[in-house]
């Protein structure tokens, strides 16, 4: 002790702490978004698995295309955020949707519509609900009036209807892996939509 303060041996040395070690959460839509889904089994395309929905005492099939490389992409941005699911879908449908399309349990909160926020018939998803800290959350969705509540959280992807050449989640993946250097995501995601270079 010396003047009221006490020398550091070496190995007392304290780890540097990383920009932001809290893990920020990415809010990825359903329907679109991660797979697209039909009550008619599609021409030309390889349905990936069915469930089916009790709705007014009846039993409607749902025939489901993940998008390509979505297993990956979950896997691959679950290393280094926590991945949660907000959809506008009900429960009935989407609960059975993310059981079959989330093997390895990446996904670790599911929110659906009554988490939403309805305006004229049209629903948004209010992540101010759902965050403390809208620095630290994004939102990936197709419908921008999803993310109209908080325009600067959202990164748009383009709508995935059985394109099987699609390659726009492993586009977002390479985007997230680069944007866990910005202390405000927000920042990372006017990145995305306007690049500089």
């Keep these: 002790m010396k003047q009221g303060y006490r020398k550091l041996e070496k ?4 780890p540097m702490r990383i ?11 359903l329907d ?12 030309g395309v390889n349905v990936d698995f069915m469930v089916r929905i009790k709705i ?7 025939f489901v295309v993940k998008r390509p490389g979505v297993t990956e992409f979950l896997d691959r941005i679950g290393k280094k955020y926590r991945v949660a699911v ?9 609960s059975q949707v993310l059981d079959k399309m ?8 599911r929110l659906y519509r009554d988490s939403c926020t309805e305006t004229n018939g049209r629903y948004a998803k209010d992540l101010s609900l759902v965050a403390k800290d809208l620095g630290s959350v994004l939102i990936v969705d197709d419908n921008p009036f999803s993310y109209s509540l908080q325009p600067d959280n959202g990164v748009p992807i383009k709508p ?7 390659q726009e989640l492993m586009k977002l993946a390479d985007f997230f892996d680069g944007c866990y250097q910005y202390e405000d995501l927000r920042d990372a995601a ?3 939509l306007y690049p500089t270079s």
């Design 11 to 14: 190995h007392e040395k304290q």
């Design 19 to 29: 920009r932001n070690d809290k893990k920020r959460t990415i809010f990825l839509d």
């Design 32 to 43: 679109e978004t991660l797979v697209h889904s039909t009550m008619e089994p599609p021409i």
């Design 56 to 62: 007014e005492g009846g039993v409607i099939p749902m």
């Design 86 to 94: 907000f959809t506008a879908g009900l429960p009935e449908y989407a």
């Design 102 to 109: 989330d093997k390895n349990r990446v996904i670790s909160q």
């Design 160 to 166: 995935f209807v059985n394109d099987m050449e699609d």
């Design 190 to 192: 006017t990145e995305f």
